[in-house]
């Protein structure tokens, strides 16, 4: 199985900050990574696919970059509804695989 | 609206079993392949199985292959999970997913939307 790690485990910041979450693949898997937010008590919500597309609906204050085994969601400027647990995944093999998530928390 | 609604969660003993439903409205469900995706309490996400848009090819991960099985009722546009031989470590939250259309017989395992989740508690 792929194994996904995302760097940091947890981050505190303030409004306004700009914010980056890296995902790091265990082989190369190309742009087949994804990004999810998960708001506590609620189903994860998909916002990057394809390691850069933005899903429908979702702000453009977040993007994705990165190919191969490297990536990392950016959020330009954070807003307090953005508070939340972030997950990377890949989609490039079966299992599909998460990272153990990112929790950004209030500064 | 894509809606996504689980049911059939709850409290089980270790060796039981457990149905698990998800209906779905919203979107042409038949054209679509499915997931559940789990999460035990306070831990991170966990594929479990997918299944193609007319029901004719299943796959699981490894920790639930031969116990649990996923199927589909596309003319009730429900998903399925039948979980037997339930243990501890099957506790969790069991969401089913929607994978995002890529067309024909193709899936992409993007979960573009989620359902609200069910927890399926495995104790004596």
């Known amino acids: 199985d792929i194994q996904m790690t995302q760097s940091p485990s947890s981050l505190s910041a303030s409004v306004g900050d700009r914010v980056t979450i890296t995902c790091r693949a265990s082989?190369?898997?190309?742009?087949?990574v994804n990004w999810y937010q998960q708001k506590s008590g609620k189903a994860p919500k998909l916002l990057i696919y394809a390691a850069s597309s933005l899903q429908s609906g979702v702000p453009s204050r977040f993007s994705g970059s990165g190919s191969g085994t490297d990536f990392t969601l950016t959020i330009s400027s954070l807003q307090p509804e953005d508070f939340a647990t972030y997950y990377c995944q890949q989609s490039y093999s079966t299992p599909p695989t998460f990272g153990q998530g990112t929790k950004v928390e209030i500064k | 609206e894509v809606q996504l609604v689980e049911s059939g969660g709850g409290l089980v003993q270790p060796g039981g079993s457990l149905r698990l439903s998800c209906a779905a409205s919203?979107?042409?469900?038949?054209?679509?392949?499915m997931h559940w995706v789990r999460q035990a309490p306070g831990k991170g996400l966990v594929w479990v199985s997918r299944?193609?848009?007319?029901?004719?090819?299943?796959t699981y991960a490894d920790s639930v292959k031969g116990r649990f099985t996923i199927s589909r009722d596309n003319a009730k546009k429900t998903l399925y999970m039948q979980m037997n031989s339930l243990r501890a470590e099957d506790t969790a939250v069991y969401y089913c997913?929607?994978?995002?259309?890529?067309?024909?017989?193709?899936?992409?395992?993007?979960?573009?939307?989620w359902g609200q989740g069910t927890l399926v508690t495995v104790s004596s």
């Open positions: 997913a929607r994978d995002r259309h890529c067309g024909g017989d193709c899936y992409t395992t993007d979960f573009d939307s």
């Open positions: 082989q190369s898997i190309s742009s087949y």
């Open positions: 299944i193609k848009s007319d029901g004719t090819s299943t």
């Open positions: 919203g979107f042409t469900f038949s054209s679509y392949w």
